[in-house]
Each structure stands twice: as structure tokens, then as C-alpha cells.
């Protein structure tokens, strides 16, 4: 190759080097954005594309050690089965670490194009891997990324084997990272709206078959049957959405408790609920009574429920359930506290509607009391094996009345009074947590709060149970759903008061650090959510049912169309209006349609032709480079084509030269084709001004 096609060939390979990584970052962006990538993964995978966006700028130079790299691969695969069975103990998340270490130790020693095809299979990885992780509309842009990526990457390195061919010339080309770009935009839209259709026409069944390779535990953590102090707390700092509801009935803005897990025995540092009866509840198609009918309620609410990446088998509701329709299940489970669980799997994913009874009833409707129990209300009413006295002497002092709901509103104001919210963890470990909390530290989260009241009101004869699960949300007028967060996980208290049944107390005072959020940073996660739900409805959760009733919707409309568009009287009306409206408009509409016609019938040969100018006046200057010289040589040919002399594509330029007929035309062609030579090959700046008066002096001949 020449030096001056090395010197055509460096655009080429510099777009390349970007392009390579552009495609390897975006499928670590995907990987990373699904939340299954631990910190030190995430840093030492970024800072190593990092690293190689520095090499190919040339801010720094290193050559890595072939022998070195090798070992160092060598030893990976030597921990990788460790990584497997004692660090990871699962093989997706070890084979992920395998991924991100392979992209790179791949991306910092590539040099050949068998190692850029390696660094191509990584990336392709590395996507794959997010779609079993990740569900989220972050997911669809690193997948735009990837594919504009992709694009660009391998239309380069189609170039450069191009290039690499034995006697084979590149031109440079002004401007060539511009065109590369806007062919890469090309393409991308051309793949999109080929894929569009077949979109929503094509059942999506692999990405479920996937999943179901995936382990439930690398989603966000839910409840179970035992929580520890601090669980819910570091919950609390995260912001994940976990869940997204919306009330049909009576406000679709009202504010609700989630009801999740309900936990009855303590040992100072846990809940949890020993082993016992679990009733299985036959679902049947459409809603399933859940109560008998004398223990129905009169003050109803009913919702819906899409559950997200919860790790857990529990089902949420607001209240007491009193009817649910779950269609993909065939039993649930009930246990105690009525407490409902799918009984095998996660709930994530699980899209059902609930009716359920008010647990605080509003003022004149009657309260219908379930029977509990005596064995149950002793259960409740269990003190830890080592209860610290202040704890029992401040029950009896805070929790007065003559009422047992009395004294439970008393404890309940109490704590929200007296004490702080923070979601702060303690820093070390203490031998009684609840006494620290209460006479020393007397700040904390939902947790510490729910289990100080519960323990109290035990201490003074009052059984109760810590309740897990959210609180309502926020309300999204643009979807009409709540989306509740991770950190709105919470704990609350039921006690039996009697008349009343399990009656709810929340004791956590109010976090006043949520009201320093900004408007704009609420409103624009409100917009990110919007954006998920649509992407969950449209593309995750989009199934066969869906496509037929567009199908059957699309085929309707066409059918109404065909038929002569039956009108009613007042849509006519309407329409007529309508028309009468925007007819002073339909002029100006036609006039810009006509407009924007005739610019894409001429706008490229007007584009060519200013283009050509700008180029002939610029060699004209002595500002002539090599890629000039082809776009004057061809302004040559196309004078002679209208002449009637046509180049073969077989000859060279030399030998076209001595094919044209001896004419004054002949001497002008032998000589445009020398100062072709010299511009294009030689790099002879000076031949471009004389290139530039040979073609006139051609145009004018005969």
C-alpha cells in the first residue's frame, strides 16, 4: 500500500477504534443499568474502557505484556469454578464476571482482526446477558447505542479489509467521519422500521424462556417469613421501583398500605413466625372470594397490582382481601395474619386486582370482627426471653386510658412525638437494640419504630404484630398508577383491640427529609416512569391476547373504512365543522407538500452541483488535497460521456487516456489524467489549479 493510502486509511481506522468501543461501553452500560453487577465488577470494568478511550485518543501509550495477559486469562479460568461454587454460587453472575473480565483484557491487547472479532463476541455478550437481567426502558436506549455501534463498527470494518486487500488503493475522503455517521443514522432507522412491524406481529416467548435460567435473588430484595432490624432500613435508601398500583375505586389517588408479611414472634433482634397451618385457595377463572360472606365488609376498595423485581412469594394488599383475580395461578396460600403467598417461585411479574375491606372504616359503618383464636392471642402477646424493665415501665406510663385502644393510641403518639425518623443504620451492633433505640439513640427507621410499639403494647396486655410491606407511593397523573419505590418499603403494628378486630397503628413519625426533594427531580422521575410503563406494556409485557385484540382493532377500523365510512350523524357534524375549520390552512399544506417534493427531486443534484463549485474554487486557491483529485477526474468523465466516449470500468486511467481518439480533446484528457496523477498519488498540491484549467479549457473544446 502506498503512504499516501496509509495516510486514506487513517479516518478509517480512527472511527473504527471508537466505533469498537462504543459497542463493547454500550453493553456494559446495559449489564451495569440492570443492577446485577457488583461495585468492584462495575470499577474495574469501567476504568478499564476508560483506559482504552485514552490509548486510541493517545493522551497515553502502554503496551501490555503478551505473556502476562496470557497467564492472567490463564489464572481467571483457573478461579472461574471457584467463582462459581463459593463466591458467586450461581453460574449466571460468575459467568458475568468471566464476560467483563475477558471484555477487558480483550479491548486493551487488541490489535489484529481476529482479536476486534473477539471484542465483537464479548459485546454481543455482554447485551445478551442484560436482556435476561434487565427489564427497564434503560434497557431499549443501550440497545439503540449498541445497535448505532454496531452499525458504525462493522460498516468499517468492511472498509478497512477493503483497504488491507493486496493492490488495492483507498482515496481520502473529506469529511469522512460526517458521511459514516449519517450512513450509520441510515441504517439504524432502516433496521427500525423493518423491525417495527414484525414488532407487534411476532409472539415474544424467548426472553420468558430465558429467565427462567436466571436466579429470582439478583432482584431487589422483598419479605419473607423472618425479617432482622435493619433489613427495611437499607431499603429505604434505594429508589428501585418495586411495585405500581392503581385504585379503581373509591379515589385513584387515595393513600394506602400495601400489606405484606405479618410477623408475630420476637427475640429482641428478629420477627419471624414459627411453622403452622397454611390453607390453600383454589383459584378460580375470574375473581375468587377470599371470605365468607357474613365476614364480607361494606367499605371497599378496589385495585389493581403489578408486582416488580420483589424477591419474594408474598402477594400485597391494601386492607383485607376480600376477592382477587390472578389469572396465570392456580392456588395461593393463605397463612397467618392473612398473610398471602404465591407458595412456590417470586411473585415478580404477577399482575392481579383485589377487593378488599377497609381496616380502618370510616365513621357509621359497621365493623365486622373476625373471630380469632385464644392460642393465637397468647401467641401474640409473647415478651422476649430478656425484655429490659424500662421498656415495661415506659409502656404502662405512656399507654393509658381506659379503652385498650386508648392506650394504644398513646404508645402510638408517643413514639411519633418524641422520636426522629432517619434511615441511617447504627453504626455497631448492640446487645439490646429496642432499648438503644428507645432511651439512647431515639431515632431510627419504620422498623425500630413498629417493633418498640408491638413490644410495648404486649407489655401491657395488648396482643400485636409487626405488619411489612409499602406505603402507598406516588401518584403518576400520566400513567393513572401509583409507583411505589423501594424505599417506600415500611412497618406498621396491628393490635386486637376488641370491637375493632386487628386494628392498624403506624407509630414512624413522618421523614421530613423527603419534602428537600426538588420539584424538577420529582417531576422528571414521574416522566421516567411513565416512559417504564409504557415500555413494560408495550414491549415486556405485550403478549399473544395483545396482538390479536390490535389485530382485530386494525382490522375493524379497515372494515369501517371499506364500507364508506359510516358516520354517525353527529360525527358528520362534527367533521363538516372541522373541515370548515382548517380549510384556510389545506392551501399552505399543499404549497409545503409541493415544496418539500421538488427539494428532494433536486435538492441533490443542486447539492452536487454547489458542492463541486465549492471544491473547484478552493483547488483554484492551491488549497487542493488528495481526495480532490478524484472529484475532478470524474467531472472529466462526465464531460466526455455527454460527448459520447465513455470510461470502461476494466481500464486504468493511463490507459483510457491513450484509447481516446488523437484530437486537441485527446492532448487535454493525456494531460487532466497526468495532473491526476500527481495530486492523487504524488500529493503535488500544485497540480490541482492546473487540473482545474485543463477541464476548462476542455469544456470549451470541440
Not at 129 to 138: D, K, P, Q, R, V
Not at 299 to 319: Q, W
Not at 405 to 426: C, D, K, V, W
Amino acid at each position: 500500500m502506498r503512504r499516501s493510502d496509509v495516510r486514506a486509511t487513517q479516518p478509517v481506522e480512527r472511527f473504527f477504534q471508537f466505533s469498537l468501543l462504543g459497542l463493547l461501553a454500550s453493553g456494559y452500560f446495559a449489564l451495569a443499568g440492570s443492577g446485577s453487577l457488583d461495585l468492584p465488577t462495575i470499577v474495574i470494568t469501567g476504568a478499564g474502557l476508560l483506559l482504552r478511550l485514552l490509548l486510541i485518543s493517545g493522551v497515553i501509550r502502554l503496551e501490555l505484556n503478551a505473556r502476562w495477559v496470557a497467564a492472567a486469562t490463564l489464572a481467571y479460568i483457573g478461579f472461574y469454578p471457584i467463582d462459581v461454587l463459593y463466591l458467586s454460587r450461581e453460574f449466571i453472575p460468575a459467568t458475568i464476571h468471566l464476560i467483563c473480565y475477558l471484555a477487558i483484557v480483550r479491548i486493551l491487547t487488541a490489535t489484529t482482526n481476529r482479536d476486534y472479532f473477539f471484542v465483537k463476541t464479548i459485546a454481543f455478550l455482554e447485551l445478551l446477558a442484560a436482556t435476561l437481567l434487565s427489564s427497564g426502558i434503560g434497557f431499549f436506549v443501550f440497545l439503540t447505542l449498541f445497535v448505532i455501534f454496531g452499525v458504525a463498527t462493522f460498516c468499517c470494518s468492511e472498509i478497512r479489509r477493503a483497504s488491507q486487500a493486496p493492490d488495492q488503493t483507498v482515496a481520502a475522503i473529506s469529511s469522512f467521519h460526517g458521511r459514516l455517521m449519517l450512513l450509520t443514522s441510515y441504517v439504524t432507522v432502516a433496521i427500525v422500521l423493518m423491525t417495527a412491524g414484525l414488532f407487534f406481529l411476532l409472539p415474544r416467548t424467548a426472553r420468558a424462556a430465558f429467565r427462567s435460567f436466571v436466579s429470582e435473588r439478583y432482584h431487589l430484595p422483598g419479605f419473607s417469613n423472618e425479617i432482622t432490624l435493619g433489613q427495611i432500613g437499607e431499603l429505604n435508601q434505594q429508589s428501585t421501583p418495586v411495585m405500581h398500583v392503581r385504585v379503581e375505586f373509591p379515589n385513584e389517588k387515595m393513600s394506602l398500605k400495601w400489606r405484606g408479611a405479618a410477623l408475630s414472634q420476637f427475640d429482641g433482634r428478629r420477627w419471624y413466625n414459627e411453622s403452622g397451618p397454611t390453607e390453600r385457595i383454589r383459584l378460580t377463572p375470574g375473581r375468587t372470594q377470599l371470605v365468607a360472606d357474613e365476614r364480607r365488609h361494606r367499605a371497599i376498595i378496589s385495585y389493581e397490582v403489578r408486582v416488580g423485581p420483589v424477591d419474594t412469594d408474598t402477594l400485597f394488599f391494601a386492607g383485607t382481601p376480600e376477592f382477587v383475580n390472578i389469572d396465570d395461578l392456580r392456588f395461593i396460600y393463605r397463612g397467618y395474619g392473612e398473610t398471602y403467598r404465591t407458595g412456590f417461585g417470586s411473585a415478580e411479574g404477577k399482575h392481579y386486582t383485589g377487593i378488599s375491606a377497609r381496616q380502618d372504616p370510616r365513621p357509621g359503618i359497621d365493623v365486622v370482627v373476625p373471630p380469632v383464636s385464644s392460642t393465637e392471642l397468647k401467641q401474640d402477646l409473647l415478651l422476649p426471653a430478656s425484655i429490659d424493665v424500662r421498656v415495661v415501665e415506659l409502656a404502662r406510663r405512656t399507654g393509658q386510658g381506659i379503652s385498650s385502644f386508648e392506650r394504644a393510641r398513646g404508645i402510638e403518639r408517643y413514639l411519633r412525638t418524641n422520636f426522629t425518623y432517619t434511615t441511617e443504620l447504627p453504626k455497631e451492633a448492640h446487645s439490646d437494640p429496642l432499648a438503644y433505640f428507645l432511651f439512647e439513640r431515639r431515632r431510627g427507621h419504620c422498623e425500630y419504630f413498629a417493633s418498640s410499639m408491638a413490644v410495648m403494647l404486649r407489655a401491657i396486655n395488648i396482643p400485636s404484630r409487626v405488619i411489612t410491606g409499602f406505603q402507598s407511593g406516588t401518584f403518576n397523573p400520566m400513567t393513572g398508577w401509583h409507583v411505589i419505590r423501594a424505599s417506600d418499603a415500611h412497618s406498621w403494628v396491628e393490635a386486637w383491640i376488641p370491637g375493632r378486630g386487628w386494628t392498624t397503628f403506624d407509630p414512624t413519625p413522618s421523614d421530613n427529609n423527603r419534602s428537600q426533594i426538588s420539584a424538577l427531580r420529582q417531576q422528571l422521575m414521574l416522566y421516567l416512569d411513565a416512559a417504564d410503563t409504557l415500555w413494560r406494556d408495550w414491549v415486556v409485557d405485550y403478549n399473544l391476547d395483545q396482538q390479536i385484540d390490535l389485530v382485530t382493532r386494525v382490522e375493524h377500523r379497515s372494515r369501517i373504512f371499506s364500507t364508506g365510512l359510516k358516520f354517525n350523524q353527529g360525527l358528520q357534524e362534527w367533521g363538516t365543522r372541522t373541515f370548515t375549520a382548517l380549510r384556510p390552512w389545506f392551501t399552505w399544506a399543499g404549497v409545503l407538500f409541493t415544496l418539500a417534493i421538488a427539494v428532494w427531486m433536486v435538492g441533490p443534484w443542486c447539492y452536487e452541483f454547489f458542492n463541486s463549485r465549492r471544491h473547484v474554487a478552493r483547488v483554484s486557491r492551491g488549497k487542493a488535497v488528495a481526495s480532490d483529485a478524484a472529484i475532478l477526474y470524474g467531472r472529466m468523465l462526465r464531460i466526455l460521456k455527454r460527448r459520447g466516449l465513455e470510461k470502461p470500468g476494466w481500464l486504468t486511467p493511463m490507459e483510457f487516456a491513450r484509447i481516446v481518439p488523437s484530437s486537441q480533446q485527446a492532448v487535454l484528457v493525456e494531460q487532466i489524467t497526468a495532473a491526476y496523477q500527481d495530486l492523487r498519488y504524488a500529493g503535488r498540491t500544485e497540480a490541482g489549479p492546473r487540473m482545474v484549467q485543463l477541464l476548462q479549457e476542455l469544456e470549451t473544446a470541440g
